[in-house]
């Protein structure tokens, strides 16, 4: 039987392994062809808030694409942390080619208190793909919590758990979607045994099997407020960073949505919770 730190040290090989890829893709636009605010939809940075002086940490940055967004909106001081070697590698490389002032952390996010040396931030960010491939979410809160200044804010910008339950009917030409796969997690880790990634580029030589645990959004509240955190906005969104579906159209602020003869429904979500100012 596997381990869970056996799945995660397969996870951490994992996205060792398809990183030289993803830098190489067309997807991520590394040739200057995307900016890091690409990857940002326009909610963000109104939840946000004004960054000016403030210290912000990105977990589970990967390529530090999104990383790199927050100097430019006056951030103080930006720290990005991975757990994966060549992730990290690029991202500085990455953050020293275009001139921004970032700070890159190897780490597993379980480890990121003592890894930064119990430092803490004003901003701690994190989504888009990354808690999917946390098994334990209250162990994950009170890491965020111990990283987070009085009155910190962690911002959570995540794929909807029922967009991970959607996948394509099996009849050619047929445009809906049907529920595949389990909305809320209990069963146990996932295992993809799959060569290819979510960009494009060729398939992966080593490395391909990967774990991942599903999520909730009640679990996710549960597992922060648990911890002592405030949340104090939740919002839902039907847009996505890409193409997830052929069926999906552009919308005006460069996302994409489902076109307007399919049902609306939420295919990311954010969260904003806040530490407690006197603690």
């Not at 390529?63 to 930006?78: H, I, S, V």
């Not at 040396?117 to 989504?127: A, E, P, Q, S």
């Not at 990967?210 to 549960?222: A, C, D, L, N």
Request: aromatic share 8%.
């Amino acid at each position: 039987m596997t381990t869970e730190d056996e799945m995660l040290r397969a996870n951490r090989r994992n996205w060792d392994a398809r990183t030289p890829v993803h830098v190489a893709s067309a997807f991520y636009g590394l040739d200057g062809s995307r900016s890091p605010e690409d990857w940002f939809a326009p909610f963000e940075w109104e939840d946000l808030g004004e960054l000016s002086g403030r210290q912000v940490l990105h977990l589970q940055c990967h390529l530090g694409t999104e990383t790199q967004a927050f100097p430019g909106r006056g951030a103080d001081r930006t720290v990005g942390l991975d757990f994966s070697g060549e992730a990290v590698a690029h991202a500085r490389r990455l953050a020293e080619e275009s001139g921004r002032d970032v700070e890159f952390v190897r780490a597993d996010v379980h480890r990121a208190v003592e890894a930064l040396g119990g430092r803490r931030f004003d901003v701690v960010y994190t989504g888009k793909g990354a808690l999917c491939y946390l098994p334990d979410l209250a162990a994950w809160a009170e890491v965020v919590r111990d990283l987070l200044r009085p009155g910190g804010v962690l911002y959570v910008v995540e794929f909807h758990p029922l967009l991970d339950s959607l996948g394509p009917v099996a009849r050619p030409g047929e445009r809906e979607l049907l529920l595949a796969h389990d909305y809320l997690g209990g069963r146990g880790p996932i295992r993809n045994d799959n060569p290819h990634t979510y960009t494009d580029g060729p398939p992966l030589d080593e490395a391909t099997t990967s774990f991942e645990w599903r999520h909730g959004i009640g679990e996710v509240v549960t597992a922060l407020t648990g911890v002592g955190l405030t949340v104090d906005l939740l919002r839902e969104t039907d847009l996505l960073p890409w193409q997830r579906f052929p069926s999906m159209v552009r919308d005006e602020c460069g996302w994409w949505r489902l076109p307007e003869d399919q049902p609306r429904i939420p295919l990311m979500f954010a969260l904003r919770a806040r530490a407690d100012a006197r603690r």
